[in-house]
C-alpha cells in the first residue's frame, strides 16, 4: 500500500506541467535519434549530460528516461525501412521487419512495433513498480563480498553479450577497467597511471569518458567511412494492420514481455538475449512457420515487444543495486553520479520522490510515445534524409561545449579529443564501447567493497 501511495504521489510530480514537457522532450528526442543509424540513446543521453546541469534532478531523469524508452520505439523504425538496426537489441526485428516493408507492408509492420513496444512497455513498468522496492528491500542485506560477486557476473556476462566476440567484450571491459584505475587511489592517496599528468590527477570523468567514446568516436567512424549516396529507404505504404494482423500479434506482444522483462531484471540480463528467444519462440509455435524469412508478423510483433520490456527490466538492477547491464543504462549511472546520487539499495530510502517520479514518467512516456509513433511515422522517415556531414558536425559541436562545461577547462577537451580517438580504434577493429563504459563505471565500485572490510579492519587498529 505503501509503494501505491507513493507511485501516486510521483504521478502527482510527473503531472505538473513542466514535467510533462521534460517528458515530451525526451521522448521526442529518443524517437529522432533512435530513427538515425548509429545514433542511439546512449550516445544522446551522454551528450545531454554536461548540458543539463542546470536542470533540477527530477526534471533531468524525466528527460533521459523518454529518450531511453524513446529510443527504444525508434530503433524500429532504421530496422524495417533500412535494414539497419540502430541498437543490437533491434537487430531481430530487421529480418522480418524488413521483408515486410519490401513487400508492401511496412506500414503493418511499424504498426505491430509500436503497438507492442506500447503494450511491453507499460505491462514491463507495471512489474518494475512492484519488483524494484521489493528488490531493493533485499538489496540491504547484501553484503561486500555478494556484491563483488554480482558485480562480476554482471561485468563478464554483459562483455560478452554486448561484442561481436567474448574475446573482444572482454578486452574492451578491460580498457574500461583500466581507465577506473587511473587517477588518486582513496586509500593511500597514491596516484597510478597518470603519467605526471595533473589532468588525470582527478581520473578520468565518466562523462568524459561517455560522450568520448560514443559521440566523438563515432563521429570519427562515420566520418572515415562517410559516402554521399542517400540511403535506400523503402518508402511507407498506406494500409495499416488487418484484424489478421491483430490476431497474430496479441499474443506475441505477451509472450514477448513475459520473456524480455524477468530476462531484463537480471543483473546479468539485458535486451539483446529476449529479443532472439522471442524470434526463436514465435517461429516454433506460429500456425504458419513457413512464412519466417519471407515476412511474418510475429517475427516483428514478438521482439519489438521482449526488446522493450527488456528496457524496463533493465532498471531494477540499475536503481536498486546500481548495477548497468547495457551501455544506456551505463550512462544512466553516471547522470545519476554526476547529481552526487549513487544507485543501490538505500536509493529508494533516501531519493524516493525522485525515483517515483522517474517511475511514473516512464507510464506517461508510454502513452506520448504511441501517440508520436503511430501518426508521425513519414515525420522521423524524413529525418533519415539529413545529410551525415551536418549531422555529426553538431555532435562534434555538442560533444566539445558538454566536456568544456564540465568543469570549464580546456585542458578536458585534450582528454575528450583522446577518448574519442579511442572509441574510432575500438569500432574501427571491432571492439564494443559499451562494455569500456560499464567497466568503468563498476570498477571503482568493486574496488571499493573489495576493500571495504580491510579498510574497516583497519580503522579500527589503535594508533601507535
Do not use: C, H
Not at 513542466?18 to 551522454?46: C, D, E, K, R, S
Not at 524513446?70 to 523504425?77: E, L
Not at 548497468?324 to 529508494?348: D, E, H, K, R, W
Amino acid at each position: 500500500m505503501g509503494d501505491f501511495a507513493s507511485l501516486m504521489e510521483g504521478f502527482a510530480t510527473a503531472l505538473q506541467p513542466m514535467y510533462l514537457l521534460y517528458a515530451l522532450i525526451g521522448v521526442t528526442l529518443g524517437t529522432a535519434v533512435g530513427v538515425l543509424p548509429g545514433i542511439g540513446p546512449a550516445m544522446t543521453v551522454a551528450l545531454l549530460l554536461p548540458l543539463t546541469y542546470t536542470v533540477e534532478p527530477v526534471g533531468a531523469f524525466i528527460m533521459f528516461a523518454g529518450i531511453y524508452y524513446g529510443g527504444m520505439y525508434g530503433g524500429s523504425t532504421t530496422s524495417i525501412l533500412l535494414n539497419t538496426p540502430g541498437e543490437s537489441s533491434s537487430i531481430v526485428t530487421a529480418l522480418e521487419g524488413n521483408k515486410m516493408a519490401l513487400s508492401g507492408r511496412g506500414a503493418a509492420a511499424l504498426a505491430t512495433a509500436a503497438i507492442g513496444s506500447f503494450v511491453a512497455g507499460t505491462i514491463a513498468t507495471i512489474g518494475l513498480t512492484i519488483a524494484a522496492p521489493t528488490l531493493a528491500d533485499l538489496a540491504v542485506q547484501i553484503g561486500p563480498p555478494d556484491y563483488v560477486a554480482l558485480t562480476v557476473v554482471a561485468l563478464l556476462t554483459v562483455s560478452a553479450l554486448l561484442g561481436t566476440s567474448v574475446s573482444r567484450g572482454v578486452a574492451a571491459l578491460g580498457i574500461g577497467l583500466f581507465v577506473g584505475l587511473i587517477g588518486t587511489e582513496s586509500l593511500t592517496g597514491q596516484q597510478r597511471f597518470t603519467g605526471g599528468l595533473p589532468v588525470l590527477a582527478d581520473g578520468i570523468d565518466v562523462v568524459t569518458f561517455a560522450v568520448g567514446v560514443f559521440a566523438v568516436g563515432e563521429a570519427l567512424w562515420v566520418a572515415s567511412r562517410l559516402r554521399r549516396g542517400p540511403l535506400d529507404i523503402i518508402p511507407v505504404s498506406k494500409g495499416w494492420m488487418t484484424r489478421e494482423d491483430f490476431r497474430r500479434s496479441w499474443k506475441p506482444w505477451l509472450r514477448g514481455t513475459a520473456l524480455g522483462f524477468p530476462i531484463g531484471a537480471m543483473p546479468a540480463g539485458g535486451a539483446e538475449i529476449p529479443t532472439f528467444l522471442s524470434y526463436a519462440t514465435e517461429k516454433k509455435l506460429s500456425d504458419n512457420p513457413e512464412e519466417f524469412g519471407q515476412g511474418a508478423i510475429e517475427g516483428v510483433a514478438g521482439p519489438e515487444a521482449a526488446n522493450n520490456a527488456a528496457a524496463a527490466g533493465v532498471l531494477v538492477p540499475l536503481l536498486t543495486l546500481g548495477l548497468p547491464t547495457s551501455a544506456t543504462a551505463a550512462v544512466l549511472i553516471a547522470a545519476f553520479q554526476s547529481y552526487g546520487i549513487q544507485p543501490g539499495p538505500l536509493l529508494f530510502a533516501t531519493e524516493g520522490a525522485l525515483v517515483w517520479a522517474l517511475i511514473a514518467s516512464l507510464y506517461i512516456g508510454n502513452v506520448m510515445l504511441l501517440l508520436l509513433n503511430l501518426p508521425l511515422v513519414g515525420l522521423w522517415v524524413k529525418l533519415l534524409q539529413v545529410p551525415r556531414p551536418y549531422l555529426y558536425a553538431g555532435i562534434l559541436l555538442f560533444s566539445a561545449l558538454g566536456g568544456y562545461a564540465l568543469n570549464g577547462v580546456r585542458t578536458d577537451l585534450w582528454v575528450l579529443l583522446a577518448v574519442g580517438v579511442l572509441g574510432y580504434l575500438m569500432r574501427r577493429f571491432g571492439y564494443p564501447v559499451g562494455p569500456a563504459v560499464i567497466g568503468l563505471i563498476l570498477g571503482p565500485i568493486s574496488e571499493e567493497q573489495i576493500r571495504a572490510p580491510w579498510r574497516s579492519a583497519r580503522g579500527m587498529r589503535r594508533p601507535s
